[in-house]
């Protein structure tokens, strides 16, 4: 596809669960970021990934969380035993030089 | 560390009406600014950019200018459509790092009525 493609769309997830949310890059691009945004707020930055190497982690809330991007394309985030403050729509954002491009995010919902 | 703070919405206007939507920043250094929209149902999409003092990003009617005096970056468009009903957000990339991490303001809801 033309865009950054991320699935699923929505997640629902019991506490204590663990989750794992794809993000599809456009082909070629570089960098890869992921984003969490709560309800009525902005995105927040969690982390970056320039190839296959994880170079900002700095945004990650806790060890919970943890992202992959094993061969320089696809990316893995992955969220160990969810906790209701983990709800919220997870952004991934890819870019070539300046400008990134947003996918249309994952709702994970945990209750 | 680096913020992003715009006005809170809802901004609710008529069509045609003038729109201001403020943004203000407070960042180290000499940031990259932008404007991203979100329109319903749809992933964010970059709007205009500035990357440095007294630059001026346009797009589709918009457009912003980088004042580094006030440590603004407002939004403006002289006459509004139905269309552009969407979340506004107003973001910096902070000078360093060389990739381009973005950190959002809350962002703003436009509702423009026919």
């Known amino acids: 596809g033309a865009g950054v493609s991320q699935s699923p769309r929505y997640k629902v997830a019991k506490r204590g669960q663990d989750v794992a949310l794809r993000c599809d890059p456009i082909?070629?691009?570089?960098?890869l970021f992921w984003y969490q945004q709560a309800l009525g707020q902005g995105p927040e930055f969690l982390t970056y990934?320039?190839?296959?190497?994880?170079?900002?982690k700095s945004g990650l809330p806790s060890d919970r969380f943890f992202a992959e991007r094993p061969e320089g394309s696809v990316s893995t985030l992955k969220i160990q035993r969810t906790q209701q403050e983990d709800s919220a729509v997870y952004l991934c954002?890819?870019?070539?030089?300046?400008?990134?491009?947003f996918g249309q995010g994952t709702r994970l919902t945990v209750v | 560390g680096d913020s992003v703070t715009q006005m809170e919405g809802p901004v609710t206007l008529s069509e045609e009406a003038f729109l201001t939507i403020n943004c203000t920043y407070t960042a180290t250094g000499y940031p990259s600014l932008f404007w991203y929209v979100q329109y319903p149902g749809e992933g964010l999409q970059l709007l205009l950019k500035?990357?440095?003092?007294?630059d001026k990003g346009s797009n589709k009617g918009f457009e912003a200018t980088y004042r580094k005096e006030t440590t603004s970056f407002h939004l403006e468009k002289g006459s509004v459509q139905v269309s552009d009903s969407a979340v506004y957000f107003c973001?910096?990339?902070?000078?360093?790092?060389?990739?381009?991490?973005?950190?959002f303001g809350a962002g703003t809801r436009l509702a423009v009525h026919p």
């Open positions: 082909s070629g691009h570089v960098s």
């Open positions: 990934f320039q190839n296959e190497a994880q170079l900002d």
């Open positions: 954002a890819s870019s070539l030089v300046d400008e990134a491009f």
């Open positions: 500035a990357t440095k003092a007294d």
């Open positions: 973001a910096l990339s902070p000078d360093s790092g060389g990739y381009n991490k973005l950190i």
